[in-house]
């Protein structure tokens, strides 16, 4: 072996190794990323939307053994109107305070609006008003599922899933040729798909009597109504979300990758599920599966609601802010990752990398820093020496350069509390797009990462 000069020696020891985290796996441990991706895809197409996620998180976590509180007041779930859940884990002492991690449920889409059934040059449609934020041209052209809630005039609660199972019929909205898109191509790419064609087709076949002026939108009320009781007035007391048919796949062939909607945020909802439910701690131990984060965690079921105060009543008779003061929290969501074909958004020394593990994101925000939950050294000093010490690779990167634009979490919503609280999970391709890029070892590092926080963190 060749011998290694002075600077080389000095270079290793003073200068930070940036590399893919694949060459940094131990021995066995490839096996357990690609087995921890074979769970991951399944718990995605499960939880496409809030409510889904909240279900299958409750069937996992009774499969651990936990029960809805106070049915159990040791390792117990609450549910909050079927779209936040909270699970607890009680540990010795809440002295210091608890360990929580937190991740949202939602993921942008089209919902339907509350009369979105209309007819036109003899289609029926569905208008939609988007949720999050989304390219609006993403969701032409595509096989869309629709998933959802209807409350009927009796009070009946009728569950919607049509689409995704291959007997089901889909639904898309169909984009303008090329032929004829000469206006069309010559407008900004915002404005190309405006939020008013964002309409959905639903069908083609009229009912057949003269009578009638809308036949096929008629028809379409008809086969709804035999098929789940319901009439157009029901609309306005539903919740219908139009989401991507495909299922969560293998990308590349290497199979590295997972390509999926909805990896914003359920792949930090999935690793921060295990971790809390494999963790071994002291301290009492919180998942927190929040809703709304993509309108600005707004609504009782947000970040911004009380409902983690009425968590954590459920652990102490003191003033539930006292207790979250003490705590530690991980905010787990997605950051971006370069996309080597649109490089020039990232300062690229201070961006984050497919396949480099997690990011630890000491702030969020939008050019200034504006509107960020800033962590603070010592905090993210604890939190990477965790990391350090269970050898979990990680990386630090920002965005995208400062001037290019941004984005929050629900940090600086946890921040209120007086607590610390850093962000952390994956690095995603093509965010919020209907079909979100990650990478298997990322996805497996933070829920790696998560399970050292909980275990470890003081
Ligand atoms: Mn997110
Ligand atoms: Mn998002």
Redesign the pocket.
């Known amino acids: 072996m060749e011998k290694k000069t002075k600077y080389q020696k000095l270079a290793e020891k003073i200068l930070m190794k940036k590399e893919s985290a694949w060459l940094m796996l131990r021995k066995n441990e490839e096996k357990k990323v690609f087995s921890f991706a074979e769970s991951y895809k399944d718990f995605l197409n499960k939880s496409k939307t809030e409510l889904e996620a909240v279900e299958t998180i409750r069937k996992i976590a009774e499969s651990y053994g936990f029960k809805e509180y106070p049915k159990s007041k040791v390792k117990y779930y609450l549910i909050n109107r079927g779209k936040n859940i909270a699970l607890v884990k009680k540990g010795e002492s809440i002295e210091k305070g608890v360990n929580i991690a937190i991740s949202h449920l939602d993921?942008?889409r089209l919902d339907l609006k509350p009369h979105p059934l209309y007819e036109d040059s003899d289609i029926a449609l569905f208008k939609t008003h988007y949720y999050?934020?989304i390219k609006k041209y993403h969701w032409v052209s595509s096989q869309l599922a629709l998933h959802g809630i209807v409350i009927r005039k009796d009070g009946k609660k009728i569950h919607v899933k049509i689409g995704d199972s291959k007997k089901d019929p889909v639904f898309t909205i169909a984009d303008l040729l090329p032929h004829l898109d000469k206006k069309q191509e010559e407008k900004p790419m915002k404005e190309a798909i405006e939020a008013e064609q964002l309409n959905i087709i639903v069908g083609n076949m009229p009912v057949n009597d003269k009578k009638i002026d809308e036949k096929i939108k008629l028809n379409i009320m008809k086969i709804l109504n035999e098929k789940y009781g319901i009439t157009e007035e029901d609309f306005v007391t539903a919740e219908l979300h139009a989401v991507p048919v495909a299922e969560a796949r293998d990308l590349g062939f290497d199979k590295s990758m997972v390509i999926s909607y909805g990896q914003?945020?359920k792949s930090s909802t999935y690793a921060a599920l295990l971790a809390f439910l494999e963790a071994k701690a002291k301290k009492t131990l919180i998942f927190l599966g929040v809703d709304k984060?993509?309108i600005g965690s707004e609504g009782p079921t947000g970040m911004k609601s009380s409902f983690i105060e009425e968590v954590i009543r459920t652990l102490t008779k003191q003033d539930p802010r006292l207790l979250l003061s003490r705590s530690k929290v991980l905010s787990c969501d997605?950051d971006a990752a370069v996309n080597p074909t649109f490089k020039d958004v990232h300062d690229t020394l201070n961006a984050n990398y497919l396949g480099r593990g997690p990011v630890v994101a000491m702030y969020t925000g939008y050019g200034g820093k504006y509107s960020a939950s800033d962590a603070g050294a010592e905090y993210t000093y604890k939190l990477i020496s965790i990391l350090r010490k269970h050898k979990i690779p990680w990386q630090s990167g920002e965005l995208g350069k400062v001037d290019e634009g941004g984005?929050g979490t629900i940090a600086k919503y946890v921040a209120k509390y007086n607590c610390d609280v850093i962000d952390f999970g994956p690095p995603v391709l093509g965010?919020?797009g209907p079909m979100e890029v990650a990478s298997k070892i990322d996805v497996y590092y933070t829920y790696k990462g998560i399970k050292a926080f909980y275990e470890e963190m003081e």
Do not use: F, I, L, Q
Request: glycine share 24%; net charge negative.
């Open positions: 993921s942008p999050g934020g914003d945020d984060e993509e997605v984005g965010m919020h």
